[in-house]
T-cell receptor, first 112, second 115 residues
Framework: KNQVEQSPQSLIILEGKNCTLQ??????????LRWYKQDTGRGPVSLTI?????NTKSNGRYTATLDADTKQSSLHITASQLSDSASYIC???????????FGGGTRLMVKP | SQTIHQWPATLVQPVGSPLSLECTVE??????LYWYRQAAGRGLQLLFY??????ISSEVPQNLSASRPQDRQFILSSKKLLLSDSGFYLC??????????????FGSGTRLTVV
C-alpha cells in the first residue's frame, strides 16, 4: 500500500531558528516528490519538486533533500520567520499516473 | 501562465440544501482536474478526478457528485447536504505528458460549513 508518513506532526520553534521536517514513503514505482506549504484556510502552494535523480533542491530558505534508496525526504527551513507558520505537506506521485499520495502534514508554528 | 480559480471562498449552508462549488483553470488545455476534501487537522482526501470532459472517477462513495461540462471547468455538487459534508474543499489541476503528471496546482479552497 502506498503511504507517506511525516514527522513530527507538529513543531514549535523560535523565530530565526532552523528546523527540519521528515517524510518517509513507501510509494512505488516512484515518480517525484513534492513539498507543499499550506497556510491556514488556503490551498497548498508548491515549494519544491524532486525526481528520482535529484538529491537536493532549494527554494529560498527552504531546502529539500531526497534519498530514493531509503525512501526518505526532508525539508530544511533556515532562519525561520513568523510567516513560515503553516502546515507542510509531503506528496509523492507514482510513475505513469496522475494520483498523488499525501502525507498528513507537519504543522509548524514559529514564535517571536 | 496557468491559473486556477475556485469559488466561493466560504459557504455556510443548512442541512438538506443543495451545493455547487465551481473550479476553472486558465492557460492550459485538457488538464486533469481533481476535487479534494480536507477535514480539520487532517490530510487531503481525493474525492473525484477527471481526465476529460464528461469523464469523472469517484474515489470515495459519498453524498457528493462531480461534473465536467467544459474542458477547464469542474463542478462539485450535492443535492442534499449532510453535517458531515463540512470541510475544506480544494480543486487542483495537472497535465499529463509521457506518462508523468506536471503542474499539480491547487486552488485557494472553499470552506464549507453545514449547519
Amino acid at each position: 500500500k502506498n503511504q507517506v508518513e511525516q514527522s513530527p506532526q507538529s513543531l514549535i520553534i523560535l523565530e530565526g531558528k532552523n528546523c527540519t521536517l521528515q517524510c518517509n514513503y513507501t510509494v512505488s514505482p516512484f515518480s517525484n516528490l513534492r513539498w507543499y506549504k499550506q497556510d491556514t484556510g488556503r490551498g497548498p502552494v508548491s515549494l519544491t519538486i524532486m525526481t528520482f535523480s535529484e538529491n537536493t533542491k532549494s527554494n529560498g530558505r527552504y531546502t529539500a533533500t531526497l534519498d530514493a534508496d531509503t525512501k526518505q525526504s526532508s525539508l530544511h527551513i533556515t532562519a525561520s520567520q513568523l510567516s513560515d507558520s503553516a502546515s507542510y505537506i509531503c506528496v509523492v506521485s507514482v510513475k505513469a499516473g496522475n494520483m498523488l499520495t499525501f502525507g498528513g502534514g507537519t504543522r509548524l508554528m514559529v514564535k517571536p | 501562465s496557468q491559473t486556477i480559480h475556485q469559488w466561493p471562498a466560504t459557504l455556510v449552508q443548512p442541512v438538506g440544501s443543495p451545493l455547487s462549488l465551481e473550479c476553472t483553470v486558465e492557460g492550459t488545455s485538457n488538464p486533469n482536474l481533481y476535487w479534494y476534501r480536507q477535514a480539520a487537522g487532517r490530510g487531503l482526501q481525493l474525492l473525484f478526478y477527471s481526465v476529460g470532459i464528461g469523464q469523472i472517477s469517484s474515489e470515495v462513495p459519498q453524498n457528493l457528485s462531480a461534473s465536467r461540462p467544459q474542458d477547464r471547468q469542474f463542478i462539485l455538487s450535492s443535492k442534499k447536504l449532510l453535517l458531515s459534508d463540512s470541510g475544506f474543499y480544494l480543486c487542483a489541476w495537472s497535465v499529463s505528458s509521457g506518462g508523468r503528471s506536471y503542474g499539480y496546482t491547487f486552488g485557494s479552497g472553499t470552506r464549507l460549513t453545514v449547519v
